[in-house]
């Protein structure tokens, strides 16, 4: 059974760091790209960061690119995301998504964690 368990939320002010982790099980985790999205309150979800196989190539969207950075720990099998200098606009349920083997019509994602929520406030 796939399994993706995201932790590490929580509640931060503006300016803040949180660290999010997402233990993986159930499939050979070297072998498959992950990714970040997260959905905030009332919005549409929003991909926010890719990591490939091995790791050596990261994207990022616009909105997280120099205050976030995916990485991954295979021998773990573990995928984290730091977040640094968060804003109020990053309030959001964060989800875990692992690649599928084959990309399907520009949509890469396959199996989600269950999320974990991040709330940005004063």
């Known amino acids: 059974e796939v399994k993706l368990v995201e932790s590490g939320g929580g509640l931060v002010q503006p300016g803040g760091s949180l660290r999010l982790s997402c233990a993986a099980s159930?499939?050979?985790?070297?072998?498959?790209?992950m990714y970040w999205v997260r959905q905030a309150p009332g919005k549409g979800l929003e991909w926010i960061s890719t990591i490939n196989s091995g790791g050596a190539t990261t994207y990022y969207a616009d909105s997280v690119k120099g205050r976030f950075t995916i990485s991954r720990v295979n021998d773990e099998n573990t995928v984290y995301l730091q977040m640094n200098s968060l804003k109020t606009e990053d309030t959001a349920d964060y989800y875990c998504?692992?690649?599928?083997?084959?990309?399907?019509?520009?949509?890469?994602?396959?199996?989600w964690g269950q999320g974990t929520r991040v709330s940005v406030s004063s």
């Open positions: 159930g499939f050979p985790f070297r072998v498959y790209w």
């Open positions: 998504v692992r690649g599928l083997t084959v990309v399907i019509e520009g949509n890469p994602f396959g199996y």
